[in-house]
């Protein structure tokens, strides 16, 4: 947006810099301000931006579109403003907040590390368990400020091991002040020797019992697949789901290898070790929990 700035506008009408506008004067000669495309297209653009923030679609047969805008914009329950924290820290909410919702999720755990092998075994993780969601939508004029958030640590990778592999870690808990809780995923089973001829599943990661603080959701995290070892064929077990997603993938790959990584509270998968593996591999790690702040008018 800018002030009228041709040559016949009235200078400094509103104060030092701030332009205006005259209709002139025959009698002194004064010519009446001339207008442009700029100013125009300033005024005419200004106006439909706000308008079309609103969701509005400028109607040519309307007259009140700007009236309209401005109300939906201004309005309660209106979506101000999304916080995301994967860090522990403090919340104060932001100015003119009504409304806060609130989704906490803990950690994931971390999956299965495998054995290492020899040349007639083979050795598999199970993935760890997703971390526990709790949802609530709450008057921020009912909380005591600031609210610690403390995020849920990412449960640590099953070790590689010898004989048999280690056990995931498991997720840590996520809290918003104590006004909501939801634990971490438990961690994948370490995987220890199987022979070809014989198909083993190793122990998979589950959850705790599902929250209760919520009060709109309390959800109960998605167990870690098992692994499975067979004749011809060796997978690893899946992280479980968080309510965002973000398990590890399985791994079934032609030679020994990690687990992968969870994300937002999922938890990681379990490592493959092959035939003839001299070291086996470590699991992946789960996700670290995440809370998320949506804030309203």
Known sequence: MHRIDTSTAQKDKFGAGKNGFTGGNPQTGELPT????NFFDSVQEEISAVIEASGLQLSKAKNDQLLSAINLLVSSGRLMNIRVFTASGNYTPSLSVKRIKVTVIGGGGGGGGSAATDANTRSCGGGGGAG?????????????????INVGTAGTTGAAGGSSGGNGGQGGTTTFGTYLTASGGFGGGGGSLASDSLTAVTANGGTSAAPTLGNLLNQKGSAGLQGIVGSNAIVSGAGGASSLGGGGNPVAVGSSTAGENGIYGGG???AISIKSSSIGRPGGAGGVGVVIIEEYA
Do not use: Q, R
């Open 34 to 37: 001339a207008l442009d495309a």
């Open 268 to 270: 990681g998968s379990g």
């Open 132 to 148: 526990n969601t709790s949802v609530s939508m709450l008057d921020p004029s009912s909380l005591t400020l600031p609210v610690a």
